[in-house]
């Protein structure tokens, strides 16, 4: 298993390292950072902004393969992924940027696949009946309502809620609360703030997890292996869950480890609407402020991600399907 990840790794390593460097190119071929100056007064000179741009090394009258290999070096030797047209560090942004993600995403992707998969099991094993119908009209309904008007509904929620109740105990913005001080009020605090975007991310996850697993184990629930297990003595709960489930667990397993990536970056419009810095907003900020540097680094994070999420995928294979153990 060891030999296997890190066979794995390694050439995951490797892609990654391609897909970066390419993305550096194409970032210095496409976006241009001396836009940033063009619009602000007094007027600047194209010799102006070269100068202002050197010290970053964003400097376009160098040569882009000079660019690459400086920006390389640094990253090598130092980890250093360079500054953002402002002079902003992309490490600092990208360390702190990750956490605030890590915070707002992990807990809601926890909850989305346990919610999803438990109601999967659970309406599969009664299907056709009330519950099955009923969980399955609101996954639909809720699957379709788009994720900005579903925040900005918990959002109105919240507030009258904070109106009714006469308390503040349901923040609408932010990831923390300006002048708190000391361990236990700092986390109560960010736990507070964290209720609501977890609440908006956690309804519109669950939908895919539950609908899938529901499929996948309607598949594997009248199996010969399943009918066998129940053949032994196995009252049909059961044989579920140890026989059933285990195998229609590996594609939603697969689609989580897969889906991290996606997870960090793709939150932008939860993270505008609850004003949540992390990196969904990041990604795009780079992209509109032209900013090589920031848009390299954020595709290396997700390349990374996906690295781990594949690495993660084999694992979970490995532990819930038997036939890949004895292979």
């Known amino acids: 298993m060891l030999?296997?990840?890190?066979?794995?790794?390694?050439g995951w390593l490797l892609m990654i390292v391609v897909a970066t460097n390419a993305t550096y190119f194409l970032a210095s071929w496409f976006?241009?950072?001396?836009?940033?100056?063009?619009?602000?007064?007094?007027?600047?000179t194209e010799a102006q902004i070269d100068r202002a741009l050197a010290p970053y090394n964003l400097d376009q009258s160098v040569p882009v393969v000079q660019r690459w290999w400086d920006w390389l070096t640094s990253v090598v030797i130092h980890f250093d992924w360079g500054m953002s047209p402002t002079g902003v560090s992309v490490n600092g942004e990208i360390g702190?940027?990750?956490?605030?993600?890590?915070?707002?995403?992990?807990?809601a992707t926890l909850l989305s696949v346990l919610v999803g998969v438990t109601l999967g099991v659970y309406t599969a094993s009664r299907q056709y009946g009330w519950a099955d119908r009923v969980s399955q009209a609101v996954s639909i309904a809720v699957f379709n309502v788009p994720t900005s008007v579903a925040a900005l509904a918990v959002v109105f929620v919240a507030i009258w809620l904070n109106q009714h109740a006469g308390l503040h105990f349901l923040y609408v913005a932010g990831e923390n609360s300006p002048n708190v001080e000391g361990l236990l009020p700092t986390i109560g605090d960010r736990l507070?703030?964290?209720?609501?975007?977890?609440?908006?991310?956690?309804?519109?996850?669950?939908?895919?997890?539950?609908?899938?697993?529901?499929?996948?184990?309607?598949?594997?629930?009248?199996?010969?292996?399943?009918?066998?297990?129940?053949?032994?003595?196995?009252?049909?709960?059961?044989?579920?869950?140890?026989?059933?489930?285990?195998?229609?667990?590996?594609?939603?397993?697969?689609?989580?480890?897969?889906?991290?990536?996606?997870?960090?970056?793709?939150?932008?419009?939860?993270?505008?609407?609850?004003?949540?810095?992390?990196?969904?907003?990041?990604?795009?900020?780079?992209?509109?402020?032209?900013?090589?540097?920031?848009?390299v680094a954020?595709?290396?994070?997700?390349?990374?991600?996906?690295?781990?999420?594949?690495?993660?995928?084999?694992?979970?294979?490995?532990?819930?399907?038997?036939?890949?153990?004895?292979?």
């Open 96 to 107: 702190y940027r990750s956490l605030v993600s890590a915070e707002l995403v992990v807990m």
């Open 192 to 295: 507070l703030h964290l209720i609501l975007p977890t609440l908006t991310l956690t309804l519109m996850g669950y939908v895919g997890y539950h609908l899938t697993q529901r499929s996948l184990l309607l598949d594997t629930i009248n199996a010969d292996y399943v009918r066998t297990a129940r053949a032994t003595g196995l009252t049909r709960t059961r044989a579920i869950r140890r026989h059933a489930l285990r195998t229609a667990l590996i594609p939603t397993a697969t689609s989580v480890a897969f889906s991290i990536p996606a997870i960090f970056t793709g939150a932008v419009i939860t993270e505008t609407i609850f004003g949540w810095n992390g990196m969904g907003r990041y990604f795009i900020q780079t992209i509109s402020k032209n900013d090589v540097h920031g848009t």
């Open 31 to 44: 976006l241009d950072p001396r836009s940033n100056f063009r619009e602000l007064r007094p007027v600047r």
């Open 298 to 327: 954020t595709a290396a994070f997700a390349a990374a991600l996906t690295a781990v999420g594949a690495i993660l995928a084999d694992i979970a294979t490995v532990f819930l399907d038997p036939r890949v153990r004895v292979s």
């Open 3 to 10: 030999r296997h990840v890190t066979r794995k790794a390694a």
